[in-house]
């Protein structure tokens, strides 16, 4: 299986800074097929990017991401007060589909 | 608009049996895939298993192969996971989500189902 690695464990930031988060993966991802997801406290995750780079409908443009083979980005260019959450991120390029472990976006 | 409704919370004794459900509605049940995601208390997301309610075809995780089973009634538009015999590690919020192909993300998720194993 494909191990993600998400980095850091934890963001702490203010409103309107800009956010930078990691996702290595332990081999190269087929197709870059490299999925974004935010949950909020005791709701569901929420698809925000996919195939890497491409936004999901209705998601706001300060999320966008980057990156290939073994390492990709998710950038929040600023961060508004809903965006503090958990980001995890999948890849579905390689079978079993996996998960990372996660990154906290705290406000500081 | 795509819903996924799943059933309500569980609590249940080790070695009990129990299925929960996903009831998928705007959108044509059997053209996309669902998935089942583990979120074990505090911890992050596990990809369980998908199922294609067009013609049943099922793939499980190595980790949750014989362990679950997902199944799908089309005539309904539900998913299903099911277990024969819970243990307290299978504590957990049950997440169901749809996916436009085997090897996709998830781009619709249900609100979840927690499941609690305590003796």
């Known amino acids: 299986d494909i191990v993600l690695t998400q980095s850091p464990a934890t963001l702490s930031l203010s409103p309107g800074e800009r956010a930078t988060l990691s996702c290595g993966a332990s081999?190269?991802?087929?197709?870059?097929?490299l999925a974004w997801y935010q949950q909020k406290p005791g709701l569901a995750p929420r698809l925000l990017i996919y195939d890497a780079s491409r936004g999901a409908t209705g998601i706001p443009d300060r999320f966008s991401g980057s990156g290939s083979g073994t390492d990709f980005t998710l950038t929040i260019s600023r961060l508004e007060p809903e965006d503090f959450a958990v980001y995890y991120c999948?890849?579905?390029?390689?079978?079993?589909?996996?998960f990372g472990g996660g990154t906290k976006v705290e406000i500081k | 608009e795509v819903q996924l409704v799943q059933s309500g919370a569980e609590v249940k004794k080790p070695g009990e049996s129990l299925k929960i459900s996903c009831k998928a509605s705007?959108?044509?049940?059997?053209?996309?895939?669902i998935g089942w995601v583990r979120q074990m208390p505090g911890k992050g997301l596990e990809w369980m298993g998908i199922i294609f309610p067009g013609d049943s075809d099922t793939r499980y995780s190595p980790s949750f192969q014989g362990q679950v089973t997902i199944s799908a009634d089309k005539s309904i538009s539900t998913a299903y996971v099911q277990w024969s015999s819970l243990k307290a590690s299978d504590t957990a919020m049950y997440y169901c989500a749809r996916s436009l192909r085997v090897a996709k993300h998830f781009d619709s998720w249900g609100q979840g189902t927690l499941v609690t194993v305590s003796s």
């Open positions: 705007g959108y044509s049940f059997t053209s996309y895939w």
């Open positions: 999948q890849q579905y390029g390689n079978s079993p589909p996996t």
């Open positions: 081999q190269s991802v087929s197709s870059n097929y």
